[in-house]
C-alpha cells in the first residue's frame, strides 16, 4: 500500500525531506519541489489523500497554516497524522496541538536538528506526543529514509521535542550570532582592533576560530530565517534572559538588512571568516 505524505512547503529544508521521502509559490520553489518529485496539491487533496502532513515553514507562517490547514480537513474528515516540524518555542507548538485537538487528526510536535538532508547526511527529527500510538505512528516514516529518535517517558508529551529543538538551536546559532556580534563591534573600532582580534582568537582559541571560518559564511544566505526562530527561543527562555535572544534576533535582521542593502557588514563578516581560514 503506497502511504501518501504531503510536504509543506518545498524551501531547502522541505524539498530535501520530500527527496529523501520519495528517492509553490515562487518560481524557485516550484523548481525545488519538481526537482524533489513533489506533486503540487490543494489543502482538500492533502487532507482526503495523504496520511502524514509535515509542516516545514519559517516560524511565523506556523502557526497560520495550521488553523487554514485544520478548518479544511475537519471539513473532509480527515484522521491523518499532522507533525508540527516548525521551529517554534513549547507554547507555540501547544497552541497548534490545540487546533488539531478533538479533531480525530492525530498530533506529533518533531523538532528538527540538522541541515537539510543530502548523500551521506540525515538530520534527526526528535519527537514527542501526547498520544503514544500516534508517536509509534510517526516513527513508522524511518522506514522511509527519515532518522527520528522518539522523547518518551515519564511526563514527555507535545512541547519537548520544541523545547529540544529551541535549546540545541539557542546555543549553535546562539554562538554563530556572538562571534558575528563581537566581529562586526571590532570591526568599527578599527582595522586594527579587527586584526588583532582575529590574531588572539588564532593563539589562544583555534577551535573556535575553526568554527566561525565555516559558521558564519553558512549563517549569511539563512540569516533571513533565524530570526523568527531566535524570537521563539526568546520566548522559550522568558523574561530576563531571553531578552539575549531578542537581541541576537537583531542581530540576524542587521545581517539580512546588509545582504539586501549594501552588502557592507556581509563583506566585513566574509572576509574575517576567509581569513580565518587561512591561518
Known amino acids: 500500500m503506497v502511504t501518501t505524505i504531503a510536504v509543506i512547503a518545498a524551501g531547502a529544508m522541505g524539498s530535501a525531506v520530500a527527496r529523501k521521502l520519495v528517492r509553490r509559490r515562487s518560481e524557485a520553489t516550484r523548481q525545488r519541489a519538481i526537482a524533489a518529485g513533489m506533486v503540487e496539491a490543494s489543502y482538500s487533496s492533502i487532507a482526503k489523500e495523504a496520511r502524514f502532513v509535515l509542516s516545514i515553514l519559517p516560524p511565523s507562517d506556523a502557526v497560520s497554516f495550521a488553523q487554514k490547514f485544520a478548518l479544511v480537513a475537519r ?61 509509534h505512528e510517526f516513527h513508522s516514516l524511518s522506514k522511509c529514509g527519515l532518522k ?97 535572544y531578542e537581541g541576537i534576533a537583531k542581530l540576524y535582521s542587521r545581517v539580512e538588512k546588509s545582504l539586501q542593502e549594501d552588502n557592507a557588514d556581509v563583506q566585513v563578516l566574509k572576509e574575517f571568516a576567509e581569513a580565518a581560514k587561512k591561518m
Not at 473532509?76 to 485537538?101: M, Q
Not at 540538522?114 to 508517536?135: E, H, I, K, N, T
Not at 512541547?159 to 554562538?175: E, F, Q, W
Request: aromatic residues 6%.
Open 75 to 135: 471539513s473532509v474528515g480527515a484522521s491523518l497524522l499532522f507533525a508540527d516540524c516548525n521551529a517554534v518555542n513549547p507554547a507555540t507548538v501547544k497552541r497548534i496541538s490545540e487546533i488539531f485537538h478533538e479533531s480525530g487528526m492525530g498530533f506529533v510536535d518533531a523538532g528538527i536538528i540538522g541541515g537539510p538532508p543530502q548523500d551521506g547526511y540525515d538530520p534527526v527529527f526528535y519527537a514527542s506526543a501526547d498520544d503514544a500510538d500516534r508517536l
Open 148 to 244: 527520528i529518535s522518539l522523547l518518551e517517558g515519564e511526563g514527555v508529551g507535545v512541547g519537548d521535542a520544541s523545547a529540544l529543538k529551541m535549546s540545541y538551536a539557542g546555543i549553535t546559532k546562539g554562538t554563530t550570532a556572538i562571534m558575528a556580534t563581537m566581529i562586526l563591534a571590532a570591526h568599527r573600532s578599527s582595522p586594527a582592533t579587527s586584526t588583532a582580534l582575529l590574531n588572539e582568537l588564532h593563539q589562544s582559541q583555534p577551535v573556535l576560530l575553526n568554527r566561525l571560518g565555516g559558521a558564519i559564511p553558512g549563517m549569511v544566505p539563512k540569516a533571513y530565517r533565524w530570526v523568527g526562530e531566535m524570537e521563539e527561543i526568546a520566548g522559550f527562555v522568558g523574561d530576563g534572559e531571553g531578552e539575549i
